[in-house]
């Protein structure tokens, strides 16, 4: 079945350095793939996509690309703020369906 | 965009007792909610599928007499736990939409049962 793994955290940075959280999955189709963001108090909301191999998503500076030959997701940003402090979810959601599959989350926490 | 409002954020309630949180898109008419809980450092699983106007579809291992579900309307999906126990405490959060239009998620809802 489909499933997303996720690394673990959490994750402690200071702030402007380098993040990468990785996210491989495994799925029997052609899925959509997503980067949620959960900031505290609030509810999740989507980060970025990617629905096709090699697309990358974009958005306040994170990046993913959608590497099918690795099955990846990894999101990065080059400089991270306290502001990013937040747990973020890798998804899929294969394109057949409309259940998403979510990893378990890896809590950032940026520290001036 | 997309709006969806999930209510109440949070409650405490005491064992034994039922708690009711709804969810809402505000701005469209969702066919379909999605219901999802999540424990502590776990992944959000997927409780149960809700259509407008038809029973809940529910996962594997959901009681579903525990965990009651009613989407009345397109704008409108309920959970209900009921005889709710310690176990019950946990993150609760809906997804709203329609195929071909994307999925929205709510805000969520922190239950404690004490």
């Known amino acids: 079945g489909d499933s997303v793994t996720q690394m673990e955290g959490p994750v402690t940075l200071s702030e402007e350095a380098f993040l990468t959280i990785n996210c491989t999955y495994t799925a029997t189709g052609y899925p959509s793939l997503f980067w949620y963001v959960q900031y505290p108090g609030e509810g999740l909301q989507l980060l970025l996509k990617a629905t096709k191999a090699d697309d990358k998503g974009s958005n306040k500076g994170f990046e993913a690309t959608y590497r099918k030959e690795t099955t990846s997701f990894h999101l990065e940003k080059g400089s991270v703020q306290v502001s990013d402090s937040a747990v973020y979810f890798c998804a899929l959601r294969e394109n057949t369906g409309n259940q998403f599959y979510f990893g378990t989350g890896t809590s950032l926490t940026v520290i001036p | 965009g997309a709006v969806v409002s999930q209510h109440p954020s949070r409650v405490i309630c005491k064992s034994g007792t039922s708690v009711k949180i709804e969810c809402r898109s505000l701005?469209?008419?969702?066919?379909?909610m999605f219901w999802y809980r999540q424990f502590p450092k776990q992944s959000l699983m997927l409780m149960a599928t809700s259509n407008e106007g038809s029973k809940a579809t529910y996962e594997q291992g959901v009681e579903k007499d525990k965990f009651l579900i009613n989407h009345a309307s397109l704008t409108l999906s309920t959970l209900t736990v009921t005889s709710a126990h310690p176990e019950d405490s946990s993150f609760y959060i809906c997804?709203?939409?329609?195929?071909?239009?994307?999925?929205?998620f709510g805000s969520g809802t922190r239950l404690t049962v004490v």
């Open positions: 701005d469209f008419q969702a066919t379909t």
């Open positions: 997804s709203a939409g329609r195929p071909n239009y994307g999925y929205t």
